[in-house]
């Protein structure tokens, strides 16, 4: 149990960018998203959460769009990656969703405290590159999803 290193995708640390520590997480569903903010304000109070998201299938996402606009509120800064697709799945009555149109929808709801940041990004390596420039050094960073946007971390790093 003491060598134990945790899970591959569960809030694994996958090393570190200008010093800020990197964590890598499959979480897909909104209350995924909401433990994993809620896990690292609490072992990370004082560091601003840098949360880089690739929602995973537009019917999930259509679905579960009330979640998916709240779930983020802990984070400092959001960078919301396209919605990833998967093959064989697609239903034509989904295709206007979009992460665009989500981050749209969590920019304009009013909270008490919202994000300080947010930015859209057309695909997984984009995300990656925009998440690593908005990097600061007290930060925390987290990028998550069950879609491509591990991989694309990973040719980052």
């Not at 897909?28 to 809620?38: K, L």
Request: glycine share 6%; aromatic share 8%; with cysteine.
């Amino acid at each position: 149990v003491a060598e134990f290193t945790g899970i591959w995708r569960r809030l694994e640390l996958v090393g570190e960018k200008s010093g800020v520590p990197i964590y890598s997480d499959y979480g897909h569903h909104p209350t995924a998203v909401a433990s994993v903010i809620q896990a690292l304000r609490e072992a990370f109070s004082d560091k601003r959460f840098v949360l880089c998201f690739q929602p995973h299938h537009k019917n999930r996402t259509k679905n579960l769009w009330n979640d998916f606009v709240t779930c983020f509120d802990r984070a400092d800064v959001l960078v919301l990656c396209e919605i990833y697709d998967v093959a064989g799945r697609n239903n034509p009555e989904d295709a206007g969703t979009t992460s665009e149109k989500l981050l749209e929808a969590i920019k304009t709801r009013e909270i008490a405290r919202p994000l300080s940041h947010t930015e859209y990004a057309p695909n997984p390596d984009s995300a990656i590159e925009q998440t690593f420039k908005l990097l600061e050094p007290n930060d925390i960073c987290v990028i998550m999803g069950a879609g491509d946007i591990d991989s694309a971390l990973r040719s980052k790093m």
